[in-house]
């Protein structure tokens, strides 16, 4: 198991909830082809996701330092 590349994963999966929620604010609001209101957007849904994303998106890069300092830590072992 990497620890590195599930952190990796894990910011891309962040990203990717970053991306969707943002994607979902921006459209708020938009207009229909028959100029119809599709102000479908539930605001505090998406600051849940937002927010969400950043913790997830701190926590995976507090673990990729956390991998680092455990290789560094190695390699001064074998040194």
Do not use: C, H, Y
């Not at 990796?8 to 609001?29: E, H």
Request: aromatic content about 2%; overall charge negative; charged content about 15%.
């Amino acid at each position: 198991m990497d620890i590195s590349s599930i952190a990796l994963q894990g910011l891309n999966q962040a990203s990717a909830q970053l991306d969707a929620a943002a994607s979902q604010i921006a459209s708020a609001g938009a207009a229909s082809p028959d100029r119809a209101n599709l102000d479908t957007a539930d605001l505090s849904t998406q600051m849940v996701a937002l927010t969400s994303a950043q913790t997830l998106f701190e926590a995976d890069l507090a673990t990729l330092k956390t991998a680092d300092q455990m290789q560094k830590s190695l390699i001064d072992l074998t040194a």
